[in-house]
Each structure stands twice: as structure tokens, then as C-alpha cells.
């Protein structure tokens, strides 16, 4: 990018600081002086900078002249420069909102760095809807390297690549960043708008299901909307949502592509309350039916932490990975009708009866669904697709020996389990249930398929099963080497869940998409074809990238 700009000659500096002259050539004077560190910077080193006191200088003396726009390099924008040179009001950031709207729509192509001195409401937007922007903090301790960097990033992000939405779930407050690769380019901290109406909405899910006794509830959807307004109104709103306005709303403007985490810490007593906040539910309130899991590619991460001073890095926004050799998965057939006892996990030797457990009539039809991606019109998408259980008057013992030889003498890349599963409260533990002849089903507890995991080298975990995707879920997998697991919050129809996991795997496997992205998939495709049950508004996906 650098050899296109050598024939450039000019730097257009709108500011009305006059400080902020002075601090723009003392760093390309600085990229002069280390051109091999910042080669795409390198060549913006012997352009003239050119101030312009004000949006409507901008506009009379650069933008409307054709031979000053010839020799237009870089743009540098003080987010708080004024309308008028003169008079008018002080600089409030709306001037320069409202040129960087003229400039993604009239000159996209040439790079832009908005000087930061204070948040702008609505800045946000702004900068998601153009590649070569890049915002710049006037406070930074080394101002002149930090120029460079953001001259760096803007030269080099004006291809389209993936964006990496991250927020950091804490305790009173969320911290927010942006990646571009290994690039952060914003930062935020925001404390949440009132976080007794998140406590209270986490209890209203806790005790909450969309379905009973196989069947929806009547006023489920409307459920759902009220969920999505509050997560959005309390949680979103003041960290992500700008950005994620943008991506609801069809504006015209080629946008890039973008994902989303939410990134929770879980401290040694392995709790973290906000894990339970319906994330993927999230919409603005005036989207009716938009919530994120159907329009974002999402999923959750959870990060172990040591101790309370622990920093830990921005993991990096690396390309999805593709698959080098066709996968093997391990499918357990658990379909069962009855009861079953699990053990809680924190009252040792307390039973727990679990009692009415449907009968699975769609497990079957799911199998075939997997297999089907292992036949050679997806060109073996899928190596092999091995089989335990599904088997009649077999007992739950058995159906564990069985699983423990595989996992000890066979590698596996997936574990899908297709049955029941249970979550207990209070920290209870997750449960997979498996079935036994005396109609008395066995909790197999989460820390043993984590065993599984490690065992196999298994990388994903699907649970086809009702109140599978819980934090114990993801903390016992993931500490044994999983990367994914998904699963559902509450109880699912297997009939939607067939329907659900056949678009999950056309989207992962023949597509190469990435989790994130063929979770989001498969939400929006369920949602559409079976809008009457609440499937897709229970998938969580937790992921280690």
C-alpha cells in the first residue's frame, strides 16, 4: 500500500486546536526517521501537513476543489473540531461526526485517523462503517509510535477482513474492545446502566422455560422480545451497540464482516452469575424479530482466571481455521423414555430423582442428518460418523464401557450426543442422561465426558438435548481441551433439533464457516422454517478463540 502513496503529497489536518499542528509533524517527522519499523507508514513521511480550522474550511478550500483532492493522502480528523472557524458553537463532536458521514460516502478510499480527547456519543458507528479509519487517543504517553501504529493499521486494513467484537462481562462493568488481526483498534469501559434490573432479569431466566412437557408456551416469542429489549437496554446499549446497530440496519454502506464474544471470567469457586444473561436474545427495541444469534455471528468465551491482578492479552482475531482432513465424529444415540437419578455434585451422596423424560422419536433422523455429510456427494466432509448406544434392553454400565474403550483406543475431532441432559441448580452439575433397560436412566456427570474429551482429543461438543449448555458444561470441556461446545439453555423439540444440527454441519463442514458463523446459521434458518418453536432462541455456543 506505502508505493501507491509515494506521489501523494499532502496531509489534510482539520483541527482548530492549533497544538494539534505542531503534534501531527513531529510524528511524520518521527515515521521519517523510522521508516523500516512502519513501511506501510513510510510513505506518508514527506507529505505537507495542511490544516483546516473547521468542517466548512474542509469543505470550501479541500473537498470542492478537484486539484486539492488530487493530491489528497490522509485525512486527520480532531473528533472535536468545530463546524465554523469563527463564532458558532465549541466543538461538541457532531462537526465531526457528520464529515466522516460525507467522507465514507464520498471518499472511502482514502485513509482517515479521528483525533480522540473525550468519548462522542455516536463516534462509534462511524468507525465501523469504513476499513481505513483508525481512532487515535490525544493522550497517549508516546504519541508519535502511537501514529505510526494507527498510520499502520489504517493503510493496511483497506481490504475488508473480519472484525472481532469483544466484551469483557465483569462483575459492575463491561470493557470493550475492537480487534482487526492482531490490532486493537478501540477501547472502551462502560458500567452498566442499571444492574439491578440485571440482577433481576437473571432471575426471571433462572427460573424461566419457553417449553412444557414437549410443547411451546403461547406467549414464549413475546417473552423472548421483552428478554432481548432488557439485555440490549441494560447490558448493550452503552458498550456494543452502536456497532451492532450498524450490522441490524441495511444503510447501503459495505460493511465488514464482523463477530461477536462475550468474554466471562470465572474465578476458583467456578461462578460466574453472568453467564446466565440470555446474550444471544439481544436485540434493539425497535428490531421486532432481530436478535443477535439470527444476524451476528456470536458465542460466548470463558477465561480462567488465576487471581485479581491477572492481565490478561487481547487473544487475536486469527481467520477461521479450515479443516485439513475430513472429521470423525462420535455420535451417541441416547434416546430414552422414563426416569433417572443424577448426583448432586456439591451435596455428595444426595440423589437426585429426575423424573419424566419424553420419549425421543427424532433421534434416529438425526443420525442420518450426520451421516449424511460423510457420504461423498460433500466430498467426506466427514471421515466416518461412529455410533454408540441406540441399541434396545441395553443397560447404562454397558453403554459406559463401551463409550470408555472408544475414547481410550480412537481419536475423534466431534461428540455429538443426541438424548436427555439435565442441569441441576445451585451448582448442582450437568448431566447427560444415559438409558438403561429398567427404565431408570444414569446421570453421567459433565466431568466424566470431560475425561471423554481429553481422552479422545475431541475438539467440539454438540449436545442435541434440553438444559445441556451450561457453564459446567463449557468449564469442564474446555479445561480438558475442547475449543467448542453447543448446546441449549432449555428444552428443545428433537424434531427442531434434527433441523437445527443439519444446517449447523452444512455450514461447518461444507461451507467452512466458522463456529461462530454456523451457529448464527443455522439460529437464522431454524427460525425461519420453524418459527414456532423457540430453538434457535436456546443455542449457545461457547468457543476458546
Known amino acids: 500500500m506505502s508505493t501507491v502513496m509515494t506521489s501523494v503529497k499532502r496531509i489534510a489536518l482539520i483541527t482548530n486546536d492549533i497544538a494539534n499542528v505542531e503534534l501531527i509533524n513531529d510524528a511524520r517527522e518521527y515515521i521519517s526517521e523510522r521508516a523500516s519499523l512502519f513501511p506501510a507508514a513510510a510513505g506518508f513521511a514527506d507529505m505537507l501537513v495542511t490544516p483546516y480550522s473547521s468542517t466548512d474550511k474542509a469543505h470550501s478550500k479541500l473537498f470542492a476543489e478537484t486539484q486539492a483532492l488530487a493530491t489528497l493522502g490522509l485525512i486527520v480528523l480532531d473528533g472535536m473540531v468545530r463546524k465554523e472557524s469563527a463564532g458558532g458553537a465549541p466543538g461538541d463532536g457532531l462537526a465531526a461526526m457528520a464529515l466522516l458521514d460525507w467522507l465514507t460516502a464520498n471518499l472511502p478510499a482514502v485513509p482517515v485517523i479521528v483525533l480522540i480527547s473525550e468519548r462522542v456519543e455516536g463516534l462509534d458507528l462511524r468507525l465501523v462503517k469504513r476499513r481505513n479509519i483508525v481512532p487515535l487517543n490525544l493522550a497517549e504517553g508516546d504519541f508519535n509510535a502511537a501514529f505510526a501504529k494507527a498510520l499502520e493499521l489504517a493503510v493496511n486494513s483497506a481490504k475488508p477482513s473480519r472484525r472481532r467484537l469483544t466484551v469483557e462481562v465483569g462483575d459492575f462493568i463491561a470493557r470493550y474492545y475492537t480487534m482487526e488481526g492482531s490490532d486493537v483498534r478501540e477501547t472502551g469501559t462502560y458500567e452498566y446502566k442499571n444492574l439491578p434490573d440485571l440482577h433481576h432479569l437473571l432471575d426471571r431466566i433462572n427460573g424461566y422455560s419457553p417449553m412444557s412437557n414437549g410443547r411451546a408456551s403461547d406467549d414464549w416469542q413475546a417473552d423472548f422480545r421483552e428478554f432481548g429489549d432488557e439485555v440490549f437496554n441494560t447490558f448493550i446499549d452503552g458498550t456494543i451497540g452502536p456497532h451492532i446497530m450498524g450490522h441490524f440496519q441495511d444503510d447501503g454502506v459495505n460493511r465488514s464482516p464482523v463477530d461477536l464474544r462475550f468474554e466471562i471470567d470465572v474465578g476458583k469457586d467456578e461462578k460466574a452469575q453472568l453467564f446466565g444473561l440470555p446474550f444471544e436474545l439481544a436485540k434493539p427495541p425497535e428490531n421486532y424479530d432481530n436478535f443477535l444469534c439470527t444476524c451476528v455471528p456470536m458465542a460466548r468465551r470463558i477465561h ?29 444415540n441416547a434416546s430414552f423414555k422414563g426416569s433417572a437419578v443424577v448426583e448432586h455434585e456439591w451435596r455428595t451422596g444426595e440423589s437426585v430423582p429426575i423424573p419424566g423424560l419424553n420419549e425421543l422419536t427424532n433421534t434416529a433422523a438425526e443420525l442420518e442428518a450426520v451421516k449424511e455429510f460423510s457420504s461423498k456427494k460433500w466430498k467426506n466432509a466427514l471421515e466416518r460418523v461412529t455410533v454408540v448406544g441406540g441399541k434396545p434392553n441395553q443397560t447404562a454400565d454397558k453403554l459406559l464401557d463401551q463409550m470408555r474403550e472408544l475414547v481410550e483406543s480412537q481419536k475423534f475431532d466431534i461428540l455429538h450426543f443426541a438424548g436427555h441432559s439435565v442441569t441441576l441448580e445451585d451448582d448442582g452439575g450437568t448431566f447427560l442422561i444415559f438409558p438403561d433397560k429398567s427404565g431408570v436412566g444414569q446421570g453421567v456427570s459433565m466431568r466424566v465426558v470431560a475425561n471423554w474429551v481429553s481422552a479422545a482429543n475431541i475438539r467440539m461438543v454438540l449436545l442435541s438435548s434440553c438444559s445441556g449448555s451450561s457453564l459446567r458444561t463449557a468449564i469442564e470441556v474446555m479445561r480438558k481441551g475442547a475449543e467448542a461446545v453447543l448446546g441449549f439453555r432449555w428444552d428443545v423439540n428433537d424434531r427442531a433439533c434434527v433441523e437445527y444440527f443439519r444446517h449447523f454441519y452444512r455450514l461447518y463442514l461444507t461451507r467452512n464457516k466458522s463456529i461462530a458463523e454456523a451457529y448464527c446459521g443455522a439460529c437464522h434458518e431454524v427460525q425461519s422454517s420453524m418459527h414456532g418453536l423457540p430453538i434457535w432462541a436456546s443455542a449457545i455456543a461457547v468457543v476458546k478463540d
Open 304 to 332: 480462567f482466571i488465576q487471581g485479581p491482578e491477572e492481565k490478561k492479552p487481547h487473544p487475536p482475531n486469527l481467520p477461521p481455521k479450515r479443516h485439513e482432513r475430513p472429521l470423525r465424529v462420535l455420535f451417541i
